[in-house]
Nanobody, 115 residues
Framework: QVQLVESGGGLVQPGGTLRLSCAAS????????MGWYRQAPGKQRELVARVSSGGSTNYVDSVKGRFTISRDNAKNTVSLQMGNLKPEDTAVYYCNVHLYSLDYWGKGTLVTVSS
């Protein structure tokens, strides 16, 4: 089993910045990707950003140039630096690990972008 714990959500004004972090623990070893998804009210969960074990990244178009994902393999952590936040970024953000064809999820952290 893999456990994921997110931190860093909160309320931020439009144009502001926020950093999300996720720590993975448990039976996590081998080659796996880590990422962040989000789910806004009334919408489906969507991939925000993902980073492979080798460091390759991909982002949803709406956050390119504003968000940066990074991971620390030694600590089994993944972070999402979010900048120039917009109201449409408001959502619950979930940490994800994809390991051996299985997906593991954190409980989510709420990000609210509002003035």
């Amino acid at each position: 089993q893999v456990q994921l714990v997110e931190s860093g959500g909160g309320l931020v004004q439009p144009g502001g910045t926020l950093r999300l972090s996720c720590a993975a623990s448990g039976s996590i070893f081998g080659i796996y990707s880590m990422g962040w998804y989000r789910q806004a009210p009334g919408k489906q969960r969507e991939l925000v950003a993902r980073v492979s074990s080798g460091g390759s990244t991909n982002y949803v178009d709406s956050v390119k140039g504003r968000f940066t994902i990074s991971r620390d393999n030694a600590k089994n952590t993944v972070s999402l630096q979010m900048g120039n936040l917009k109201p449409e970024d408001t959502a619950v953000y979930y940490c994800n690990v994809h390991l051996y064809s299985l997906d593991y999820w954190g409980k989510g952290t709420l990000v609210t972008v509002s003035s």
